[in-house]
């Protein structure tokens, strides 16, 4: 029970002894349970009309009982027996004054412990409650320990992950030794079966069969581009980079190209390693300018458009000199007809499985592109197919076996787009996609030898490979 509570029960308790003490005592005090007064001499009748009568009954505001009495008519007779009567009611209500002024006294001082007892237990509540909030306070800062303890760990968890990481790879890493190990000793047993001189005609049937295969193969059709394989990030964003198809295959020479204008300089690297290292082997100076990109090298010599003109220039490696020269009759030149990307671009030198070909447009083909097979000693035309193909629109192409591929952008989102086969002078629409990966092609050659696309991709000499559909000639083929 909460102290108000306390208290006022203690109080209602008090007046509840008070109230039964009064109803029980009373009564009999002033002759309410009875009829007869005793007294020492003569027993006196006193009917209710005639005796003391208690009128009513209530409390002061300090809480004491008053009693209100009616005194009976007066009459000569009774005179004195109502004196004395009267004379035990003043004694017995000054006695049960005096009783109720100790019972009020004791009920003050029960307040007074009750009110007592009410403030410790308010300052009880207090002290609970500051208990509480201590508690509070303790726990956050026990909370801000714990978490300052699991900041300090954090940093840990990296690198137990890093460890679990590590026994991973220690555990493949052993398992892939297992297995190298076991590879190795297959080989060694394998080698220990065979002496050497019987491996090595074992190799060279092998490859005698390979080239007889190849030799087999007939033209293919262009299928799938792959890549590109980025080979070295270099020069302007636009230029030349190639490879003699017609060489041996201990010959593996490069030549780079710079820009597509305003040059004359070719440089000689030995290998493609060379190549990627920048270790010059040897640096020509061709008699004239060249324009555009689109140079080929073919059996040890460079085929290339001289500046401002139609003409071609056939100039040998060997010798450093001009072998032969030739215009190109009609030929648009100097951005008349180039590709999309421009650069001079008009006239593109090209060689594939059947030869050296030139692309280009004509006003009498009204800006279409033409294809020309040429002699490679002489450059003479020997043959030309008109096609419906406009130049301008081209974003670049090449030859594969006879066919000519046309891009229809040198920019992002290029694919081979048209195609025209000089075989049986048709041509179809293609969808060939492949990775612009740089976002502008200045140059893009095929090269029968390596099976493989030569480009100049924004500043970085690139490869793609190419899968071609081929038909295997049998022996009952004529």
């Given amino acids: 029970m909460s102290p108000p509570l306390l208290k006022l029960g203690a109080v209602l308790s008090t007046m509840a002894m008070i109230s039964n003490w009064m109803s029980q005592t009373l009564p009999s005090l002033v002759g309410l349970n009875t009829t007869r007064l005793s007294t020492p001499d003569t027993l006196t009748q006193i009917s209710p009309k005639e005796g003391w009568q208690v009128y009513s009954s209530a409390q002061d505001p300090d809480g004491r009982c008053i009693c209100t009495v009616v005194a009976p008519e007066q009459n000569l007779c009774s005179r004195d027996a109502k004196s004395r009567q009267l004379r035990q009611l003043l004694e017995k209500v000054q006695n049960m004054s005096q009783s109720i002024e100790v019972l009020n006294l004791r009920t003050q001082r029960d307040f007074q412990y009750v009110l007592k007892m009410e403030t410790q237990m308010k300052g009880l509540k207090v002290k609970f409650r500051q208990i509480e909030d201590d508690r509070k306070t303790l726990m956050t800062k026990h909370f801000q320990e714990l978490k300052e303890k699991m900041d300090e760990l954090l940093p840990l968890i990296p690198v137990l992950e890093q460890y679990k ?3 991973k790879l220690i555990t493949q890493f052993k398992e892939e030794i297992r297995n190298l190990s076991a590879v190795l000793t297959g080989i060694q047993e394998e080698i220990g079966a065979y ?11 092998l490859e005698t069969r390979l080239r007889d295969c190849m030799k087999k193969l007939t033209c293919g059709k262009l299928m799938k581009i792959t890549g590109p394989i980025t080979v070295k990030t270099s020069g302007t964003r636009f230029g030349a980079w190639m490879t003699d198809p017609l060489a041996s295959e201990k010959n593996n ?11 004359k300089i070719v440089r000689e690297y030995k290998s493609i390693a060379d190549f990627v290292s920048g270790a010059e082997s040897r640096t020509y100076n061709l008699p004239f300018k060249w324009a555009g990109t689109n140079h080929v090298v073919y059996n040890g010599s460079l085929y290339f458009n001289k500046y401002q003109s139609n003409i071609i220039i056939k100039y040998s490696f060997d010798t450093g000199r001009v072998l032969a020269q030739r215009s190109l009759e009609y030929a648009g030149f100097h951005n008349v007809y180039p590709y999309t990307w421009g650069g001079f671009s008009d006239i593109d ?5 059947i030869g050296l070909w030139a692309v280009y447009a004509t006003n009498q083909n009204a800006g279409n592109i033409v294809i020309s097979q040429l002699n490679q000693d002489t450059l003479e035309v020997m043959k030309s197919w008109s096609t419906g193909y406009p130049k ?8 594969i076996c006879g066919t000519l591929y046309v891009t229809n952008s040198h920019l992002t989102g290029a694919k081979v787009y048209y195609s025209y086969s000089t075989k049986t002078s048709t041509y179809e629409y293609t969808d060939i996609p492949f990775h612009n990966q740089y976002f502008h092609i200045s140059m893009l050659d095929y090269n029968a030898r390596d099976r493989a696309l030569y480009a100049w991709n924004n500043g970085h000499q690139v490869l793609f490979n190419v899968t071609l559909f081929h038909i295997i000639k049998t022996e009952d083929d004529t």
């Fill in 165 to 167: 990481t590590d026994a």
């Fill in 195 to 205: 002496d050497y001189e019987e491996l090595h005609q074992r190799v060279l049937s």
């Fill in 253 to 263: 020479r490069v030549w780079y190209m710079d820009s597509y204008t305003n040059n």
């Fill in 392 to 399: 301008r629109s081209a974003g670049e192409s090449f030859m």
């Fill in 349 to 353: 030198l090209m060689a594939d499985e």
